[in-house]
């Protein structure tokens, strides 16, 4: 809402410097978020409000004017100018109208030069003859666009006057946040501006002067609402002759620092009071009405739009209406869609004499959804759909008349029509001043939340003696909607308090009961550990879309939409699912990021989204891990440069994980996956499946588009982490008496896995064998063909005596044994 | 006496033999040849009994003193090869400092991940706990029981996200957060934080994301005032940005809070002088608050009579961006590395 001081003066007086006002509003709710000075960079003593006395044509050019121009200097000077608007002047033996002179020297901007520069204005000779200075532009004074003509001021401004006294002015951008819908108007910022500077309002109730003659209003025209519901208050004002033409200089001046542009004097008379009261009007062609009513007396019906009705809007589109819309008709149909566009049939055109002029209120919420459905967001819809006070309707009605009469000529039909179902209650809140310092917590005195509260236009009944247990009865103005309970009233009085005078208080050292989030607390620590293991912590959009989950199985069945959540309204296609597993995640990032980097090391620890029959999803956590290109930074000194992240580098990362949450029933089984290769393993902690881990299938890869190197991949569930994270780490026994380490080679199958040998040795060797490392797998030559060697380091220590060497030679022809028993493993020799 | 002539040949052979030996382990060697069990002078030494009795005292005296002779020799060299082991390691010619460094490999915390830290550690220190809440949420959730009934003009500050069920969508704020607490913890006090991510239908510009953090905070309890909030505020704002900073609270709507305030903090790049970043005003908007609205604590479980509440919600991205001058939002869900790697 653009608010002109000049225009906001005319309500309530204003005693502060504007940076001050603009605090101080900004503080109450008010947010000025721009305030800017028209006319700030004309100079004072070079433009001026000159007369134009005299206007010739140029000897050398038709298309030229020489005009004399009077500005207060000693005598006029003769300027040459094109502006078509003085051509009526052409010879004219009384002096011509007043006008924005700029002597030479001004700062004017370039009205030809597309980037709107400034620049100095020179004297200058134009075919023969010197031009002493310029008669101004709107565009070249910064006002607005306008360069068809030269600015025509008013017929009393005064010549000589600085430019920036008379035209100059400070125009407040301000946000109004919905429950401040009442601020969409300068008399609803002046309330404001009065409650908080304390400084007289003076807001004028119209003066309309209907004519005198034999009919009124009623007698030309029937209002009849039939849906009161949506419709709370009607009025219809007659307006006869109305002299369509441009309005006054002021108005027009007015709405362009508003930031509306003036078209006609009808039209910018219901934007004036739109814009001076916050009440939407609509004007209709009236004898359009009579003639829709076959010549008889036209009545105007309020209600929804009926099954499969359509209407012509006066931006010339046809519209489908639904039942749920309102609509202004006559018994002919529709004529307007109530609150939101008037129809094109009755449309105020340049030949218009009569006028219907439309003041009511419509239901907000209904308001607005048609507004939305129809896409047809204008000033008049953005301020039904916040609430009209019914109490609105009249006022506004009668200034419009008003200007109607005085600056379109319009003879004004006595008596409104004004139709009523449902008058406005009168709320009355009570509450006392202690529930208000209770809640915000400062010692207002009561009789000063009394005053601010009357100064707002509540009428307040205050049990007497005036203490903090009084209570009040605070009857709510009429034009508010917006208080209806004691925490509005509490607002109320915060906001003109201020906040800045309310104390600052720690909260009670007492605590509610505390409760861990361990799902946190787990996931704080994996972040840590991976991030020391060197890795990238990252945050991707869990939205994606189908296609890429797609990719994920590149073989299988294309993924089923019912299985994501999905968005109704996505912004790109890309963004339009819910994932499923963080892999996805991972891999557009890395695809985003191979660009920067060869070599990518990165997790995430995020939700997946599986939809309930609810509506609502369950969020399962993940951790998901990748990694991409060299083991190592190619750097100088670096031993192992060139040489690529394997699967072991992956499974490194993850040992950890379960080493360092103590995790020691985890196994890597052997299992294929759609989105790896050959090499994947499914993560288990005993019966349960927490994770898998591997090298990505090749064309998953291709159809991420990412280069040849292999991909590792993981996805572990959470709430298996954090269950372990929970449990305290538990001591393992140290030994104080010296360990014996011994190798051990077997021969076994080359398919048995390394695992299943070493929990195998475990098993056969304890409890004395302590640790069982292998250090070697190797096929080839001495090795029969079908079978590999493994060779382990065993570590063999009690807890109770120094081992010697024939416990340990006993305990390897056990371990032997029963690894050829159970595995058909053979001691390599 | 051949066998005196026998010495003084050992001595000068073992002599110059010790000249060549230049570390400790020739020096070894060198000790067996000629001290050792079955050294030359040991030999030397039982040579006594084969001669005959008069030439026995000087040789044997001889032998004795080629012995002691080698013996200083020896530790005299041995002084040497350590004084010459030294100052070579203590040589620096070649050392350059300036050569890069191994970097062992290290990930960083992303950005908005150490910012909800900070902004956890400081809440923790004051109480407060740390609450989860869905990100596909309801209607009722998101909007209806936070006093924004369907069709409200309210609605027009959340642009919001559907999903194809009707009645749910991706939560637009953490503030449905606020009514799963209450509803778990009603009639208990509650101070909580609700740290999460929302999902808001607007352009990805340098300014604003479709995806962003927020921490709500919600305190409820039976004496809660607006002097408490600013309070939390103030504390939690000088511990994040520094002591000396200045608050600024300004009225504002929220429809779950009323009254609502917006918290402005003196700008941190120009003070206060007014610059690009705070747009000349001076303040920088850290986040909004208010007390919870009786209708909402009603909703949640809490009869508005008996107990009050206030709430904040902030953005850890926008705060992250005021503190390490950052321009563009969109690196932080783009996760460029380029990006990453510098915090
Ligand atoms: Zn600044």
């Known amino acids: 809402m653009k608010v002109p001081l000049s225009w906001l003066k005319d309500y309530v007086d204003i005693d502060l410097p504007v940076h001050q006002l603009a605090e101080k509003m900004t503080l109450a709710g008010l947010e000025v978020t721009k305030t800017e000075h028209v006319g700030e960079w004309w100079d004072r003593e070079k433009i001026l409000v000159g007369q134009v006395l005299q206007v010739e044509r140029h000897p050398n050019a038709d298309r030229l004017l020489l005009a004399d121009v009077a500005y207060g200097g000693e005598a006029p000077l003769r300027v040459v100018t094109g502006a078509p608007n003085l051509l009526p002047y052409l010879g004219a033996p009384e002096p011509g109208p007043k006008v924005v002179f700029a002597l030479v020297g001004a700062v004017l901007i370039d009205g030809y030069d597309p980037a709107r520069k400034r620049k100095k204005l020179k004297a200058s000779k134009i075919r023969g003859i010197p031009s002493m200075g310029m008669v101004c532009s709107e565009r070249e004074l910064g006002l607005s666009d306008e360069h068809s003509g030269i600015i025509i001021l008013p017929e009393d401004a005064p010549v000589g006057m600085p430019l920036v006294d008379y035209l100059g002015d400070t125009v407040f951008d301000i946000d109004i946040t919905p429950n401040m819908a009442r601020c969409l108007s300068m008399t609803g910022v002046a309330r404001e501006v009065h409650a908080l500077l304390e400084t007289p309002l003076h807001i004028q109730w119209p003066k309309v002067k209907p004519a005198s003659l034999s009919y009124t209003a009623g007698d030309k025209v029937n209002v009849v609402i039939e849906d009161s519901d949506l419709c709370q208050r009607y009025t219809a004002t007659l307006l006869e002759n109305v002299q369509i033409g441009p309005s006054p200089f002021w108005m027009a001046r007015r709405l362009s620092l508003a930031g509306m542009r003036p078209i006609n004097n009808v039209v910018d008379i219901t934007n004036y009071v739109m814009l001076e009261w916050g009440q939407p009007l609509h004007a209709f062609d009236y004898d359009k009405l009579v003639a829709r009513a076959g010549g008889g007396k036209p009545t105007i019906i309020v209600r929804r739009a009926r099954p499969g009705e359509t209407m012509r809007t006066l931006d010339g589109v046809d519209r489908e209406l639904t039942e749920d819309m309102l609509l202004i008709c006559d018994i002919a149909g529709p004529i307007a869609i109530a609150g939101v566009m008037g129809g094109e049939e009755t449309e105020v055109m340049p030949g218009t004499a009569n006028i219907l002029l439309e003041s009511a209120t419509f239901e907000y919420i209904n308001n607005r959804q048609t507004a939305q459905a129809l896409r047809l967001p204008s000033e008049a819809s953005y301020r039904f759909s916040r609430g009209i006070p019914a109490g609105m309707v009249v006022p506004a009605a009668q200034r419009a008349a008003e200007l109607m009469a005085t600056s379109a000529g319009a003879t004004v039909v006595p008596a409104m029509v004004d139709t009523y179902p449902v008058p406005q209650e009168t709320r009355v809140v009570e509450v006392t001043p202690q529930r208000i310092q209770k809640l915000l917590g400062a010692d207002i005195p009561p009789e000063k939340m009394v005053a601010i509260l009357q100064r707002l236009d509540f009428s307040v009944e205050a049990e007497k003696p005036l203490i903090a247990n009084s209570l009040l009865r605070c009857t709510v103005p009429w034009h508010r909607l917006d208080v209806s309970i004691p925490a509005d009233i509490v607002e109320e009085v915060a906001r003109v308090w201020g906040a800045d005078r309310l104390p600052e208080r720690l909260l009670p050292t007492t605590l509610p009961p505390q409760r861990h989030n361990w799902v946190l607390e787990a996931e704080e620590f994996l972040r840590d550990l991976l991030v020391g293991a060197g890795l990238q912590d990252i945050i991707p959009y869990p939205l994606t879309s189908l296609e890429h989950c797609s990719r994920l199985h590149p073989d299988g069945p294309a993924p089923d939409p019912a299985d994501y959540v999905r968005i109704a309204n996505p912004l790109t296609p890309e963004r339009s699912v819910m994932r499923h597993t963080l892999l996805v995640s991972l891999l557009e990032t890395v695809q985003y990021n191979l660009r920067y980097s060869e070599r990518l090391a990165m997790f995430e620890i995020g939700r997946i989204y599986l939809p309930l029959p609810s509506g609502r999803a369950e969020e399962p956590h993940r951790l998901g891990i990748i990694m991409v290109g060299p083991r190592q930074v190619p750097a100088m000194g670096v031993d192992d440069a060139g040489k690529l992240f394997t699967f072991a580098d992956l499974k490194g990362v993850l040992e950890l994980i379960f080493r360092r949450l103590g995790m020691q029933d985890v196994i890597f089984l052997p299992t294929s996956h759609p989105t790896f290769g050959p090499q994947v393993t499914a993560i288990r902690q005993g019966k349960r499946e927490i994770g898998v881990a591997g090298v990505l299938h090749p064309l998953v890869r291709e159809a991420f588009g990412l280069s040849q190197l292999p991909v590792l991949l993981a996805e572990l569930e959470i709430p298996p982490l954090v269950e372990a994270y929970q449990k305290p780490l538990q001591l393992r026994p140290i030994s104080t008496f010296p360990p014996i380490v011994e190798d051990l080679a077997l021969v076994v199958a080359a398919n048995l896995l390394a695992g299943d040998v070493k929990a195998a040795l475990r098993k056969a060797g304890a409890p004395l064998l302590r640790e069982v490392e292998l250090f070697d797998v190797y096929q080839g030559e001495g090795i029969p063909p079908g079978k590999k060697s493994l060779a382990f380091h065993l570590t063999f220590q009690s807890m109770e005596r120094t081992l010697k060497d024939k416990d340990t030679a006993k305990l390897r022809q056990k371990i032997l044994r029963q690894l050829k028993k159970s595995l058909g493993a053979e001691l390599r020799r | ?343």
């Open chain 2, 1 to 343: 006496m051949d066998e005196l002539n026998d010495l003084a040949r050992l001595e000068r052979e073992a002599l110059s033999a010790l000249q060549t030996a230049t570390e400790q382990a020739s020096l070894d060697a060198w000790f067996g040849r000629y001290l050792g069990r079955k050294g030359a002078v040991t030999l030397a030494v039982r040579r006594v009994g084969s001669l005959p009795k008069e030439d026995r005292p000087a040789y044997g005296q001889a032998v004795n003193q080629l012995r002691k002779r080698l013996e200083a020799a020896l530790a005299q060299q041995g002084e040497t090869i350590k004084e010459a082991a030294l100052a070579a390691e203590m040589e620096t010619g070649a050392f350059d400092p300036t050569l890069p460094g191994r970097l062992p490999n290290v990930g960083r915390v992303h950005l908005s991940n150490r910012t909800l830290r900070e902004i956890y550690d400081i809440f923790r220190q004051l109480g407060f706990q740390i609450y989860d809440a869905p990100e596909v949420e309801s209607d009722e959730y998101n909007f209806e029981l936070l006093n924004i009934p369907a069709g409200h003009p309210a609605r027009d500050m959340w642009d919001t996200f559907y999903t194809t069920t009707p009645g749910y969508l991706l939560r637009t704020q953490t503030s449905p957060g606020q009514i799963w607490a209450m509803r778990e913890y009603a009639p208990e006090p509650i101070r909580v934080i609700l740290p999460g991510k929302c999902y808001r239908y607007e352009q990805v510009t340098a300014r604003s994301e479709m995806m962003f953090h927020q921490v709500e905070g919600l305190v409820v309890g039976e004496n809660i005032t607006m002097a408490d909030l600013k309070g939390t505020i103030v504390a939690f704002v000088r511990q994040m940005f520094g002591q000396e900073r200045k608050l600024r609270f300004r009225f504002s709507h929220f429809p779950f809070t009323e009254p609502s305030v917006e918290v402005d903090m003196d700008c941190i790049l120009c003070g206060g002088k007014g610059c690009r970043v705070c747009k000349y005003t001076g303040w920088l908007e850290i986040m909004g608050a208010g007390m919870v609205h009786p209708t909402v604590l009603r909703n949640a479980g809490y009869d508005p009579e008996h107990y009050s509440g206030f709430a904040f919600g902030m953005g850890p991205e926008r705060i992250a961006m005021m503190k390490h001058g950052i321009d563009d939002i969109r690196y932080f869900f783009s996760n460029d590395v380029r990006f990453l790697s510098q915090f």
